[in-house]
C-alpha cells in the first residue's frame, strides 16, 4: 500500500509501542473471556445480554432491529471493519456470499481476537499495521484519517485501503473503522456516464495519477473528456 508522506515521517520507535495483543481494557472491553477463542462472539453477547434477532436498537438516528442493521451492513458497499480503542477486532460486515473472495480476509472465529492475532507475522505487516493506529490514535498531523491506494499495475483494478478515526460524543478516541473497496466500478460508472476518462499521468511523481485538460460540459459542470 501506498502511505501518505506525514504517515512516512513518523518516528518507528514510537508507533511500534502499539499494544497488539489488547492486552488493556477500554470502556467497553468483554472480560474474562478469551480474545482467541473462536467462540468469543457468542460468550461475549451472551455474558453482556446483548440484543439480537428482532430486539430493537435505539440509534441516534433512526430505530433498528439487530436484524435490520446486520442486512443493511451486509449489503453495504465495500469491506467495513472495526476495531476499538485496546485494539481488539471487534466486527466485520460478513458478505452476503459466503464464497464472495474479499480483499481483506476476516472469518467469524476472528472476531474478538487481538489486533497482532488477526494480522499475518510476516514481513512489515504488523508494523504498518501499527503506525496507522498508532497515527489516528494520536491524530497524528492533525489527520483523522488515512487514505491507502494499493498499487496494483492496471487501471481496472483500484483498490483503495481507508481509516478513520472513530471518537465518541466528547471527542476520545475510540477505535478505528476500516472501508475495503476496489472503487475501478464506481469510477468505470462514473466515466461512462459523464463521458470522462481514465488516464495514467507519465509526469506524475506517483506514476499513476488522473488529469483533467478538458473544459467543462456547460449542462453537467462536468469534464466531457480526460486527455489520452
Not at 512489515?124 to 490514535?137: F, G, N, Q, W
Request: with cysteine; hydrophobic share 35%.
Amino acid at each position: 500500500m501506498t502511505e501518505p508522506k506525514w504517515l512516512k515521517d513518523m518516528d518507528r520507535a514510537e508507533y511500534l509501542e502499539e499494544d497488539f495483543a489488547a492486552s488493556g481494557e477500554s470502556r467497553y472491553t468483554v472480560s474474562e473471556i478469551d480474545k482467541d477463542d473462536p467462540d468469543w462472539l457468542e460468550k461475549a453477547a451472551a455474558k453482556t445480554n446483548a440484543a439480537s434477532g428482532d430486539d430493537y436498537v435505539k440509534l441516534d438516528c433512526g430505530l433498528l432491529t439487530v436484524n435490520q442493521l446486520n442486512w443493511m451492513l451486509r449489503n453495504t458497499i465495500g469491506e467495513l471493519t472495526f476495531v476499538d480503542d485496546n485494539n481488539q477486532f471487534l466486527w466485520y460486515n460478513r458478505p452476503v456470499d459466503e464464497q464472495a473472495k474479499m480483499k481483506a480476509k476476516r472469518v467469524p472465529a476472528q472476531v474478538g481476537s487481538s489486533m497482532g492475532a488477526v494480522h499475518p507475522h510476516i514481513g512489515e505487516v504488523i508494523p504498518a499495521a501499527k503506525k496507522v493506529v498508532h497515527a489516528l490514535r494520536h491524530k497524528q498531523a492533525g489527520h483523522d484519517a488515512v487514505y491507502m491506494p494499493v498499487p496494483t499495475g492496471n487501471l481496472q483494478e483500484l483498490i483503495l485501503h481507508y481509516y478513520k478515526r472513530v471518537e465518541d460524543d466528547e471527542g476520545h478516541y475510540v477505535g478505528i473503522y476500516e472501508w475495503v473497496q476496489d472503487i475501478y466500478p464506481l469510477v468505470k460508472y462514473f466515466c461512462e456516464t459523464t463521458g470522462q476518462k481514465l488516464v495514467i499521468d507519465e509526469d506524475a511523481n506517483t506514476g499513476a495519477t488522473y488529469r483533467n485538460n478538458s473544459k467543462a460540459d456547460g449542462h453537467t459542470g462536468a469534464s466531457t473528456k480526460v486527455s489520452d
